[in-house]
């Protein structure tokens, strides 16, 4: 069965994370059989990793403030998060599905295609988004 996803939900869930009125930080999209659909969204970044467990495959839209002592700037990641007890049929399932995902996402600065934990640091996410955010003032400063 082909995957579909429920557009204008996620789509809501998404201009949330997007609207600097909310505090909104995040947005969860997940399966729930052969739809994907918002699954959670928040404002603590510990709480959006706790959805990534093993037996877990997801969308993450997540905005993040980067910069340094001149500018700080909101910056948005698109993470694909495949659990480690995934299967194979699924994993490759994932990579498709991703287009359908896409089609409500489209405005960030870099995506992410993540696996190990440790690469779901808040900090290491932070950091691949400063590199692909262009002028670096901090460099002057070493």
């Known amino acids: 069965m082909a995957t579909q996803i429920d ?9 949330e ?3 600097d009125s909310t505090e909104t930080n995040w947005v969860v999209f997940k399966y729930e059989g052969p739809m994907i659909v918002p699954g959670g969204q928040g404002v603590d970044y510990q709480d959006f990793k706790n959805m990534c467990s ?5 969308f993450a839209f997540v905005r993040l403030t980067t910069g340094d002592a001149m500018s700080k700037r909101t910056k948005f990641t698109l ?10 049929l699924q994993r490759a399932k994932v990579s498709t599905d991703k287009t359908l995902v896409k089609d409500v996402v489209q405005n960030y600065a870099k995506e992410f295609l993540i696996s190990d934990p440790k690469e779901l640091e808040e900090d290491y996410i932070r950091e691949e ?3 692909a ?4 003032y901090d460099a002057q400063a070493e």
């Open 7 to 15: 557009k204008e939900a996620c789509r809501i869930a998404y201009n």
């Open 17 to 19: 994370v997007r609207d």
């Open 54 to 58: 093993d037996d877990a495959r997801l």
């Open 79 to 88: 993470i694909t998060w495949i659990g480690e007890n995934i299967s194979g």
């Open 129 to 131: 988004l400063k590199k």
């Open 133 to 136: 955010g262009g002028a670096n």
